[in-house]
């Protein structure tokens, strides 16, 4: 007996941190109809996770939040570089680097900018941005458990202010539940890589003082270094709000609360070079540092995403920029496979593209946190720390997946940064000029396929209109070029074709998520058949 359904929507999505809600967010943009269950109470209160790299600012700013995140995040907008220091007060310093962009040299590869905005201030952000898209959020929600058959998944959910349980059925469930996922678990889904790496505890605090010892240092993370108390200070407003990591052992048999408020206002004392300094303690929350990623990123209808499907280490913020890039990858080809215009297996390609890149990438961060000697992690020798941050912020590849005539045996993070159009890579960011307004190619990407071409691309569109007709695509089609006829007007100086790595008479097809799904360096003798190809290859038709 089949037991009664009282929600049934495409989309069920389980964890309302950082991941879940951008992939709430990212759906609501896209028109997909979803519900969202989170257990807590509430968006975190803890300002943790803060750095967003440019690629997370990218599709920030095509999701129409930018400018409200960095509202949000303007406490911190002068915060550059990371510091290390046996203590704030005496005269040996090191900046492992002063800035994330030295020179400026990001704006001729991106239209967006890193930025610094702890996850409490975040959440609330995209919290208010899915909810005004429509989509369906609700806190104090737990899953209790789900079964899966071939044409979807029916979940068991439990309100923790009321105790009311209801049963949701939807076509795929997007686990967005943390490290230690019950839906992974549920699904049998192991583990690789190293494991556990080190153990610290955030320890909030109030300290009017200590802003007279940091000076006119407006770092993103100091690590103290003294060896009888070390740890990372943080500012939350550069004045009195502080955020301060401790080392913690439990490997060792140290229980959690031997931290106690004496403890920990002695440790920061001490760290900080400041015996006499007035701490208050506000928060304290454990947090462990891995190295792990899911053999499998689905099982059946059920996709893990963020933490579920990786761990990394918080230097440098690689996990949660990786989560919400997966929330990204899947919301396109969950949307385009219930709207009709893409094969299940479409679907398949989530774990074929994101896993490798949080396999290289959490390597990167664990090698990241020894260069920068994060508290409690073993210290390695190393040069050039900022080397390869910009590849893996932007540069990631995907070798095989929903792409057609990409190089199955390219790197998936190159060692350096370069951006070239080729199949698999993020397509390239290049200024035009639409009616007299300003956008990057970057803003053309989300609701469809998009085929550029330069002026002499007029029979790439024809063919690409009449391929998506016949295939039922959504295909948007623009010419890049500096004639009345063309859609689009390239900026002075900047060249359509030699960005995007074609001739004049050629074509570059990207996907919605803004990575290029194939190209045609020149011209072909049957353009729709060209283009019919490579969307079913793509799309898995």
């Known amino acids: 007996m089949n037991p009664k359904v009282d929600d049934r929507v495409p989309v069920l999505i389980v964890g309302g941190s950082l991941v879940g809600l951008s992939a709430s967010l990212f759906l609501g943009r896209l028109g997909v109809r979803h519900l969202l269950v989170e257990k807590h109470a509430d968006t975190s209160h ?17 999701a129409g939040i930018e400018p409200a995140i960095r509202e949000a995040a303007s406490v911190l907008a002068a915060n550059h570089g990371i510091l290390q220091t046996p203590s704030l007060t005496g005269e040996e310093q090191e900046w492992l680097f002063r800035e994330i962009d030295p020179g400026g ?41 789900f079964e899966q058959d071939a044409e979807g998944v029916t979940a068991l959910l439990r309100s923790r202010e009321t105790g009311e349980e209801r049963t ?19 699904l049998g889904i192991g583990q690789t890589g190293k494991g556990e790496l080190f153990h610290n505890v955030s320890i909030t605090f ?7 010892a940091v000076g006119d240092r407006r770092f993103i993370a100091c690590y103290l270094t003294n060896p009888e108390a070390d740890g990372a200070l943080l500012p939350v407003d550069n004045h009195e709000e502080w955020v301060f990591h401790a080392p913690w052992h439990p490997e060792h048999g140290e229980p959690l609360e031997a931290f106690t408020d004496g403890r920990c206002m002695r440790h920061i004392r001490a760290a900080v070079g400041m015996p006499d300094l007035e701490v208050e303690v506000t928060g304290k929350a454990p947090w462990h540092a891995a190295e792990r990623v899911a053999e499998s990123y689905s099982g059946g209808r059920v996709f893990l995403a963020g933490d579920s499907a990786h761990e990394m280490s918080p230097t440098g913020a690689f996990g949660s ?35 490798p890149v949080a ?87 989300e609701q469809a396929m998009v085929l550029l071409t330069g002026p002499d691309g007029l029979a790439w569109h024809e063919g690409a209109r009449r391929a998506a007709d016949r295939l039922a695509v959504p295909l948007d089609a623009y010419r890049i070029g500096l004639g009345a006829e063309d859609d689009l007007a390239p900026e002075p100086g900047t060249d359509f074709a030699e960005l995007h790595g074609v001739r004049p008479d050629g074509a570059v097809l990207v996907r919605p998520d803004g990575f290029v799904a194939w190209r045609s360096e020149g011209a072909a003798a049957d353009p729709e058949a060209a283009v019919t190809a490579a969307l079913r290859e793509v799309l898995k038709l």
């Not at 949701?168 to 996922?181: F, K």
């Open 105 to 145: 040299r990001l704006a001729r590869f991106s239209p967006s900018a890193w930025c610094l905005c702890s996850q409490n201030d975040l959440e609330p952000v995209l919290l208010k941005s899915a909810r005004e898209l429509g989509g369906d959020l609700r806190f104090s929600t737990e899953l209790l458990s």
């Open 168 to 186: 949701v059925r939807a076509q795929y469930l997007v686990a967005a539940d943390g490290p230690r996922s019950p839906s992974r678990e549920r």
């Open 206 to 212: 109030r300290a009017k003082r200590l802003a007279e």
């Open 46 to 62: 803890h300002p943790r996770g803060r750095g967003n790299n440019v690629r997370t600012m990218e599709l920030y700013r095509v």
């Open 359 to 445: 396999e290289v990438t959490s390597e990167r961060a664990s090698a990241r946190s020894a260069e920068h000697s994060h508290p409690g992690y073993a210290v390695v020798p190393g040069v050039g720390r900022q080397a390869g941050v910009l590849a893996v912020a932007l540069g990631y590849r995907y070798p095989a997946g929903a792409v057609a005539g990409a190089d199955p045996a390219g790197a998936v993070v190159p060692e350096k940064f370069e951006s070239a159009g080729e199949p698999g890579s993020r397509a390239p960011h290049q200024w035009l000029l639409r009616a007299g307004v300003k956008l990057s190619t970057l803003d053309l990407y």
């Open 321 to 355: 920029n990786t989560g919400i890039q997966d929330a990204h990858n899947l919301a396109w080809k969950l949307a385009a496979v219930l709207g009709g215009w893409a094969g299940p297996g479409l679907l398949d390609t989530y774990g074929q593209e994101r896993r």
